[in-house]
């Protein structure tokens, strides 16, 4: 448990977390901490991208001949709506991000919100991965630092017997 490295990669380097003292031990758990809320933030997002783009899909999914002129409500903000009626059961213009809109076919837009959600699926997996990674050095750099503050804590103990 002395030192204490990640995965390999390329222009990593091994730290012996020994050889630190405790305010470099204190830093390096906090930079760790903030790495850690950077990936919960992440994931957060990356969460609420999957939500919208699961609920994108399963709208698209709603759409069949038979809803052709049926009433919808429309929304123009979060919470305001005006009353729609569905002209077209062939195709839906979707955003595809920075302002920009495609018109697709209805398989076209179903297989689009697929292929994103398994994308932020794959990408939240990866930050997953890296956070447990950087939790467990986090716990390994707690541990050593505990060792340290009891060793400390004995030899302040002996000094003054």
Known sequence: MATISSAPTPG?????????NLSQLARLKRQLDEELN????????????Q??????GESVEKIKPETKGKNILVPLTGSMYVPG??????????DIGTGY???KDIDGAKDYFTRKTKFVTEQMEKIQSMAMEKSKIRDGICQVIEVKMQAQGNAQKASTS
């Open 12 to 20: 990593a380097q091994q730290i012996d977390v020994m050889k630190l």
């Open 101 to 103: 809109y495609v018109q």
């Open 38 to 49: 950077v990936f919960q933030d992440s994931l957060q997002t990356l969460k609420m991208v």
């Open 85 to 94: 009626t569905i002209q077209n059961t062939e195709s839906v213009i979707i």
């Open 51 to 56: 939500r919208k783009f699961v609920e994108s």
